[in-house]
């Protein structure tokens, strides 16, 4: 699922074929411009520290506290997970995995495996991530293949955001801006909070799930690409609908989605260690 590709998330787990794609109608949301008397620098987003997983995309990340020596971890959807979708309520920590993960470099090609040991943390309750600690750390990633870990971006993302969502399954990149944020997104028995809407131009497919939403500017991760409305249904799998804090719903076929992480941050401490009882940790426990 793109953040809420809880609906393609059934069809992936079903046909191995990953979640359906994020992408959102722009119409509604206004733009926001640069100043013209500054000019902002675009940062240079490639394939370099993404990664394909057998029917989902993903990513190398790492937190503004992370170190060279900390094992490495890799970001996907909840409903990626190997051992199938976790269900409403779920939290999964803990749990061993041996899952590979094949490395990109900045043009798409795989040029190493990744494995991991553990499924440090997965859920499909407000939001739509596994994070999965691999066998290695950044530095062993680094000096073998001179690839560095995406960075998380631990503030809120802002609409008008031009982004690039970054999929490693196909080796394939989609150019939009953040076109705002759903308080809530239904998808079946899925809720999820305060998911990012994309314009239209990021019309993202299965198999993009779990790609990693990257700033243009800053080159930092701000969400990670979970679901979109395929055939304009109202909620059901494959088709979220928006709800806002009134109870009205919104259909927007053709739109996809993706699920915020700034809050994943704070849940982790020194070593990568998974820490939901932290200061500021606000991802749901088990």
């Known amino acids: 699922m793109n953040k809420p590709l809880l609906a393609a998330l059934s069809a992936l787990a079903i046909a191995g074929l990953g979640a359906t794609p994020a992408v959102a109608a722009p119409h509604t949301a206004a733009k926001t411009t640069t100043p013209h008397t500054t000019k902002a620098v675009k940062a240079t987003v490639?394939?370099?520290?993404?990664?394909?997983?057998?029917?989902?995309?993903?990513?190398?990340?790492?937190f503004p506290g992370s170190a060279d020596t900390d094992p490495a971890l890799v970001l996907t959807?909840?409903?990626?997970?190997?051992?199938?979708?976790?269900?409403?309520?779920?939290?999964?920590?803990?749990?061993?995995?041996?899952?590979?993960?094949?490395?990109?470099?900045?043009?798409?090609?795989?040029?190493?495996?990744?494995?991991?040991?553990?499924?440090?943390?997965?859920?499909?309750?407000?939001?739509?991530?596994?994070?999965?600690?691999?066998?290695?750390?950044?530095?062993?990633?680094?000096?073998?293949?001179?690839?560095?870990?995406?960075?998380?971006?631990?503030?809120?993302?802002?609409?008008?955001?031009?982004?690039?969502?970054?999929?490693g399954y196909w080796k394939r990149t989609y150019s939009c801006n953040i076109d705002g944020f759903v308080y809530r997104l239904k998808?079946?028995?899925?809720?999820?909070?305060?998911?990012?809407?994309?314009?239209?131009?990021?019309?993202?497919?299965?198999?993009?799930?779990?790609?990693?939403?990257?700033?243009?500017?800053?080159?930092k991760v701000v969400a990670v690409n979970n679901t979109g409305n395929e055939d304009g249904e109202q909620c059901t799998v494959n088709n979220p609908c928006e709800v806002d804090a009134n109870g009205n719903v919104t259909v927007r076929q053709g739109i996809n989605y993706a699920q915020e992480i700034y809050n994943i941050p704070a849940c982790f401490t020194t070593g990568n260690k998974l820490d939901l009882s932290a200061a500021g940790c606000t991802l749901p426990k088990p």
């Open 46 to 62: 490639t394939f370099a520290g993404t990664v394909s997983l057998s029917n989902c995309s993903g990513s190398v990340i790492r």
């Open 77 to 167: 959807n909840g409903h990626c997970l190997e051992t199938g979708m976790p269900g409403p309520g779920d939290v999964i920590t803990g749990q061993s995995s041996s899952r590979s993960f094949g490395l990109l470099n900045s043009s798409g090609t795989k040029i190493g495996t990744l494995r991991a040991n553990q499924v440090v943390y997965s859920t499909m309750t407000d939001t739509d991530v596994t994070i999965y600690r691999t066998t290695t750390t950044y530095a062993a990633i680094k000096s073998t293949y001179g690839i560095s870990p995406l960075t998380v971006q631990d503030t809120h993302p802002v609409a008008g955001t031009s982004i690039k969502v970054v999929s």
């Open 187 to 219: 998808e079946g028995d899925w809720t999820f909070k305060d998911s990012v809407r994309y314009t239209s131009s990021c019309n993202t497919i299965g198999g993009t799930s779990g790609s990693p939403v990257i700033d243009t500017t800053t080159g």
